[in-house]
């Protein structure tokens, strides 16, 4: 235990710590935004200026731990260590569970009004269902463990050139979240390992169509996975939705049937996602209008989150799809705003197609391109395992973009 080393205007010095302490120190630290040598500066100035010791703390298994504190805070650390009767190590362990004790786990920042994110795109194959997973799932990991994700910053690489992407790890959102398959191929239901409803039974169509047949929450789904805890919940499709949009023709307000569907289960979650059917009919003015800003809702809370792709077909699905829904917004004049766009599935390998076509997405400014999701073969064995992404493959490249995207419009 030593401390041989400065730098800057702190002092390195080297003790002791168990695993598991430590790993609570990393998370809480991160939760707080502060950095690890600056809690660890705090518990010792507030160990010891305590009249007294602590109760001893478990040490078992503890090894090397290093950080950096100001200079001469260490060896009144020892001098105070000395007095009290206890080792450094068993001194430190007490310091760090004293600055936890006194800087618990920050409450989870929950909306006023649940949050809507419509994920849509006319066109089929873009990924919309991928991205309506990976983003429900992100925003639902758990807040007391740290994950990594792709924030944006200034590293220089090995050539001396800037790159403006890099890896933190954080901790997860925390946030109650209800993904709902709003799509009669079941796309979403099947990846996340669930069945979809049976034709005979209920269903989200039979609700939108004014025949209900029990109650919504009756039909939710835990996604059982130990890092979403009990946040992560899915509404199963079903095959019925091939014919919503000819119930919906004779529907009272129909464009407001989902709103009447689902603001029962709203109190229940932080966030829905609604993952849309490639279409441009009536069931995507019901997803568009259940996606407005609601009154006393904050601008860019909710809103319609458009899945494209790095080729010219996919520009043409978006012109229909922005069509309708201005259209929409005009007729009925409604507040909304565009969440952003997400260039998924994107390999520069491709060439100038889907080079050119990214700078035409990143030209948008309104809604502006929020995300770029490359192809991975983690999204596709997820899929084939009927797991969710995230806890599939936590740490993959596409997982580390989710949760960028998860923060970028949460």
């Known amino acids: 235990m030593s401390s041989p080393a400065t730098s800057g205007d702190r002092e390195k010095v080297v003790s002791k710590l168990p695993g598991w302490l430590r790993q609570n120190l990393k998370v809480r630290s991160a939760q707080h935004g502060i950095e690890i040598q600056s809690a660890v500066e705090q518990g010792i100035s507030a160990w010891t200026a305590l009249a007294s010791g602590l109760d001893t703390v478990d040490t078992a298994g503890a090894d090397s731990f290093a950080t950096l504190l100001p200079p001469g805070q260490w060896d009144v650390f020892k001098d105070t260590a000395k007095q009290r009767s206890v080792s450094l190590t ?15 786990a920050p409450d989870i920042e929950r909306p006023v009004i649940t949050r809507r994110f419509v994920v849509c795109n006319q066109k ?15 925003l639902a990991e758990d807040s007391n463990s740290l994950h990594p994700v792709q924030i944006a910053k200034q590293l220089a690489d090995a050539d001396g050139e800037e790159d403006p992407l890099g890896v933190e790890n954080l901790p997860g959102l925390g946030l109650r ?9 079941c796309h979403l239901t099947n990846q996340l390992g ?3 409803l049976p034709m005979d039974g209920d269903s989200l169509t039979n609700h939108m169509g004014g025949t209900p047949k029990g109650d919504l929450r ?16 899915l509404l199963p499709a079903c095959n019925d939705a091939f014919l919503l949009d000819v119930r919906l023709s004779g529907v009272r307000a129909r464009e407001a049937a989902l709103e009447r569907a689902l603001a029962p289960l709203e109190a229940g979650y932080d966030v829905v996602v609604v993952d849309c059917p490639p279409s441009l009919g009536l ?8 996606g407005r800003r609601r009154e006393s809702e904050a601008p860019g809370q909710s809103g319609p989150l458009v899945v494209v792709q790095a080729e010219d077909s996919s520009a043409d699905a978006y012109d229909l799809l922005t069509n309708q829904i201005e259209d929409l917004r005009n007729d009925m004049g409604l507040d909304m705003d565009y969440l952003g766009l997400v260039v998924n599935l994107y390999d520069p390998r ?10 035409g997405w990143m030209d948008i400014k309104d809604p502006r391109v929020v995300a770029i999701i490359s192809e991975r073969k983690e999204q596709k064995e997820a899929v084939r395992m009927k797991r969710a992404l995230l806890a599939y493959a936590p740490k993959s490249q596409i997982a580390v973009g989710m949760r960028a995207l998860a923060r970028e419009i949460s």
């Open 218 to 233: 009756d039909l939710i789904v835990t996604i059982d996975e130990e890092r979403f805890g009990d946040r992560l919940h």
């Open 194 to 196: 669930a069945s979809p």
């Open 177 to 185: 979240v209800l993904l709902v398959d709003f799509d009669p191929q």
């Open 350 to 359: 491709r060439g100038y197609i889907a080079t050119s076509s990214l700078e």
């Open 124 to 138: 089929g194959g873009v990924g919309k269902t991928a991205i309506t997973a990976g983003l429900g799932e992100a």
């Open 283 to 290: 069931s995507m003015d019901a997803a568009v209008y259940y």
């Open 90 to 104: 068993q001194g430190l362990a007490q310091a760090v569970q004293l600055w936890l004790d006194r800087n618990p």
